[in-house]
T-cell receptor, first 116, second 116 residues
Framework: AQSVTQLDSQVPVFEEAPVELRCNYSSSVSVYLFWYVQYPNQGLQLLLKYLSGSTLVKGINGFEAEFNKSQTSFHLRKPSVHISDTAEYFCAVSDVEETSGSRLTFGEGTQLTVNP | EAEVAQSPRYKITEKSQAVAFWCDPISGHATLYWYRQILGQGPELLVQFQDESVVDDSQLPKDRFSAERLKGVDSTLKIQPAELGDSAMYLC??????????????FGPGTRLTVT
């Protein structure tokens, strides 16, 4: 079984400041890793994903994340945030060995609030 | 751009009543997922379809919840009878399928259910 822990439930930052949203996972098998963003009353949108290869992955809207296997982490970063980045962010994992589809296990989310 | 459609967007129902949600995935997506997202938490998979077949319904409360995807295209999730604890956002997602995965899951806007 897999689990995902997002270490901060809320992260307030000022506009143009850097931000890091932390994610740790637990799994007995190799995993794929994802970050999704959810704006109020909307569905989830994929920001970026790690499948294999380079541990630094770049996504949409200027976000990037780094996979650290030894620390079982996949932290999300952005060097300069905008007001429009205010949203809920979810880290998710899926089992590499999964053959019946890409079942996702989500963390509980981090609310990022960007203040002017 | 193709999107996952869900209806209704909002539903208020009294406990013990029946309620149904509809999802139309992106054309050509063989895999369809229903998630439940309780306020302040991450989405939790309820059921996963591959074409018209259920491949994972281990987290579906089968005494009151049912899901079908009769022709392998659109899908309906039903709750009967609804309970207060069912108040949540119900999200539908779809993806391609095959050995070359994992494939990105595309989420619909969700149906927000309030049980009174």
């Amino acid at each position: 079984a897999q689990s995902v822990t997002q270490l901060d439930s809320q992260v307030p930052v000022f506009e143009e400041a850097p931000v890091e949203l932390r994610c740790n996972y637990s799994s007995s098998v190799s995993v794929y890793l994802f970050w999704y963003v959810q704006y109020p009353n909307q569905g989830l949108q994929l920001l970026l994903k790690y499948l294999s290869g380079s541990t630094l992955v770049k996504g949409i809207n200027g976000f990037e994340a780094e996979f650290n296997k030894s620390q079982t982490s996949f932290h999300l970063r952005k060097p300069s945030v905008h007001i429009s980045d205010t949203a809920e962010y979810f880290c998710a994992v899926s089992d590499v060995e999964e053959t019946s589809g890409s079942r996702l296990t989500f963390g509980e989310g981090t609310q990022l609030t960007v203040n002017p | 751009e193709a999107e996952v459609a869900q209806s209704p967007r909002y539903k208020i129902t009294e406990k013990s009543q029946a309620v149904a949600f509809w999802c139309d995935p992106i054309s050509g997506h063989a895999t369809l997922y229903w998630y439940r997202q309780i306020l302040g938490q991450g989405p939790e998979l309820l059921v996963q379809f591959q074409d018209e077949s259920v491949v994972d319904d281990s987290q579906l409360p089968k005494d009151r919840f049912s899901a079908e995807r009769l022709k392998g295209v659109d899908s309906t999730l039903k709750i009967q009878p609804a309970e207060l604890g069912d108040s949540a956002m119900y999200l539908c997602a779809s993806s391609l399928a095959g050995a070359a995965g994992p494939y990105e899951q595309y989420f619909g806007p969700g149906t927000r259910l309030t049980v009174t």
